[in-house]
T-cell receptor, first 109, second 120 residues
Framework: GENVEQHPSTLSVQEGDSAVIKCTYS??????FPWYKQELGKRPQLIID?????GEKKDQRIAVTLNKTAKHFSLHITETQPEDSAVYFC????????FGAGTRLTVKP | GAVVSQHPSWVICKSGTSVKIECRSL??????MFWYRQFPKQSLMLMAT?????????EQGVEKDKFLINHASLTLSTLTVTSAHPEDSSFYIC????????????????FGSGTRLTVV
């Protein structure tokens, strides 16, 4: 089955800096790669996603890149703000969705 | 947009009792429902996948006789934790998708709000 690895597990940046979180997946048939933001005790919130026929997608301060050959994808957050602090999960899906271990992002004001 | 209603949002039960968690897709038909469990400070771990009208497929290490899943209709799936024990205390969350119907999410997956189970 699919195995998703996510790094780093924790990330601390200064407000205004960029943050990058990386994930790798094992199943070359996976075709959908979402990123979720989860605040304590709440459901994961989809922040951006990318499908396998696209290499990059951007939505304001958030971007995702996908390298199908290398089977890795990354989340980029620019101009970080304290409210970006949360746990971020990547996921890979062909049918069922499997999650990475999560990255706790802290943005220091 | 796509909405999945999950109930209850939290429940405390005594050890040995059973607890049922419901997930309903409100404005679309969920052909597939996924059930996840999340322990504190950990990721969401897939427990099982259920398709409407058929038996659920459980992930390795998940006891199907303990975690009963029923997906009797295209809008309702239930997870029953039988003979709950303190180690079953966790955050349980469902995800529906991909769905069909006018309300289905473009993204294909919609999460319920989660259920925090505490077994005492």
């Amino acid at each position: 089955g699919e195995n998703v690895e996510q790094h780093p597990s924790t990330l601390s940046v200064q407000e205004g800096d960029s943050a990058v979180i990386k994930c790798t997946y094992s199943d070359s048939a996976s075709n959908y790669f979402p990123w979720y933001k989860q605040e304590l005790g709440k459901r994961p919130q989809l922040i951006i996603d990318i499908r396998s026929n696209v290499g990059e997608k951007k939505d304001q301060r958030i971007a995702v890149t996908l390298n199908k050959t290398a089977k890795h994808f990354s989340l980029h957050i620019t101009e970080t703000q304290p409210e970006d602090s949360a746990v971020y999960f990547c996921a890979a899906s062909r049918s069922e969705m499997r999650f990475g271990a999560g990255t706790r992002l802290t943005v220091k004001p | 947009g796509a909405v999945v209603s999950q109930h209850p949002s939290w429940v405390i039960c005594k050890s040995g009792t059973s607890v049922k968690i419901e997930c309903r897709s409100l404005d679309f038909q969920a052909t597939t429902m996924f059930w996840y469990r999340q322990f504190p400070k950990q990721s969401l771990m897939l427990m099982a996948t259920s398709n409407e009208g058929s038996k659920a497929t459980y992930e390795q290490g998940v006891e199907k006789d303990k975690f009963l899943i029923n997906h009797a209709s295209l809008t309702l799936s239930t997870l029953t934790v039988t003979s709950a024990h303190p180690e079953d205390s966790s955050f349980y969350i469902c995800s529906a998708g991909p769905g069909v119907g006018a309300g289905a999410s473009v993204a294909g997956y919609t999460f319920g709000s989660g259920t925090r189970l505490t077994v005492v």
